[in-house]
């Protein structure tokens, strides 16, 4: 039997790469860091008291998908848009900050 492959970042070993919480912390645009911190906040406690760690795995993917999307912020912001135009059935008007176009999104 063979040891497994020392890691650079023992703490991170179940995590898909890119998926630690300070990965996902810096991918995210600087606004969303505060509600990711909350989430990962609640999903500890969960575990915490439930004894699993899957709320944590959820949170992280859940945040770690958000996070890929905004690397590239021009094409988030039209995926944005897109979804936006698709729950409310009417164009996005071209003056409406992104703020509002996000939570019409959910996103």
Do not use: C, N
């Amino acid at each position: 039997m063979t040891a497994p492959a020392p890691r650079e970042h023992p703490d991170d070993r179940s995590l898909a790469l890119g998926a630690s919480p300070a990965a996902i912390h810096s991918g995210l645009f600087p606004e969303d860091r505060e509600a990711f911190l909350a989430a990962y906040d609640a999903a500890l406690e969960k575990a915490r008291s439930t004894l699993h760690l899957a709320p944590v795995h959820d949170v992280l993917e859940e945040w770690r998908r958000r996070a890929v999307l905004q690397s590239d912020p021009d094409a988030f912001r039209r995926a944005v848009r897109r979804a936006a135009e698709l729950i409310t059935g009417e164009p996005v008007p071209d003056d409406e900050p992104f703020e509002i176009t996000r939570a019409h999104a959910g996103m």
